[in-house]
């Protein structure tokens, strides 16, 4: 039988024998253990661990031995094949930098991800998506309409279904998702911030942050949920800006730390490097 990378994620109430398990399990299937990572949170009590691997052994049976383990030490814990890419849907609006340079390295093939569609609320950014090949949606949302809204996420939640999207990208997607659409994408909707929070939350950060005359810009990547602008940080970056910048100049000198940013976030995340602690995240670079 071939050899398969997998990558196992887990975490449980912290206590002792926890790596021993888990890595008695898979010995015990002749996996071959290539990187292992763990967390003890001493605040929280929170263990987390990440163990990529490659092994022969069926997902049945690799299953079948740590589920036992699981059961023993309560693990919430997943199994993944670390070579397929995670299937994807980007959401923009107008602003096309995030989205170009997800594209480009997802063309490049230095994303693990398999962006299935663009979908926006606008048609500005079309033609970017079909110089990539990839499919493009226009959902029209009217901000301030919540039947416009409520049909544009009942559509998002079609093209999920449809594509089998495991994660959502919102690359400057310029729409506040409802609570019941946060949920169901919960854990698995990325947004990139531009700025670096939790200073200037909402609408126009770079404004704000010229008003307040700032002398470091940057950027946010976090899970979405239902509080704007508060969930999970996966992935910050900062610029240094003085005096002479204008708000316009702070907007084009964020450009590439949000991408950059994001892209880290969004790598990361396919890769299972990304465990949730409460509202913190645990990133096993
Ligand atoms: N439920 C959540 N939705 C969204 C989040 C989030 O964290 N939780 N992040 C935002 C992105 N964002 C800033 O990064 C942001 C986007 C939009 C707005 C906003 O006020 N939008 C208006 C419409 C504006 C327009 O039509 O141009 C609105 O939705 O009424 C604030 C912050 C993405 N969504």
Request: proline share 5%; aromatic share 6%.
């Amino acid at each position: 039988m071939s050899t398969r990378p997998r990558v196992l994620t887990l975490s449980c109430p912290d206590r002792p024998g926890i790596v021993h398990a888990v890595t008695g399990a898979l010995v015990a299937l002749d996996a071959n253990i290539t990187e292992s990572q763990q967390y003890g949170d001493p605040d929280t009590g929170l263990f987390c661990m990440r163990v990529a691997f490659d092994a022969t052994a069926s997902e049945e049976a690799l299953r079948a031995n740590l589920e036992v383990v699981a059961h023993r030490f309560d693990l919430d814990w997943k199994l993944s094949a670390a070579d397929e890419p995670v299937p994807t849907l980007v959401m923009c609006s107008k602003q096309g930098h995030c989205l170009n340079d997800l594209l480009f390295r997802h063309r490049s093939g230095h994303l693990p991800v398999d962006i299935r569609a663009v979908v926006s609320n606008h048609t500005d950014l079309q033609p970017l998506a079909q110089f990539y090949g990839i499919p493009f949606v226009h959902v029209p949302v009217v901000t301030g309409d919540a039947a416009s809204k409520a049909a544009g996420e009942a559509r998002l939640l079609e093209l999920v279904a449809e594509h089998g999207a495991e994660l959502v990208v919102l690359a400057r997607y310029m729409q506040v998702l409802s609570d019941d659409l946060c949920r169901s994408l919960s854990g698995r909707a990325i947004n990139i911030h531009h700025s670096f929070l939790p200073s200037f939350k909402g609408a126009r950060p770079y404004h704000q942050a010229h008003a307040r005359g700032v002398k470091i810009i940057g950027a946010t990547a976090h899970y979405v949920t239902a509080d704007l602008d508060e969930g999970p940080i996966i992935e910050q970056e900062i610029e240094r800006v003085d005096h002479r910048a204008t708000a316009s100049e702070l907007v084009r000198l964020g450009q590439d730390v949000e991408a950059r940013t994001l892209a880290r976030a969004v790598r990361w995340h396919a890769e299972q490097r990304v465990l949730l602690d409460g509202n913190r995240t645990v990133v096993f670079r």
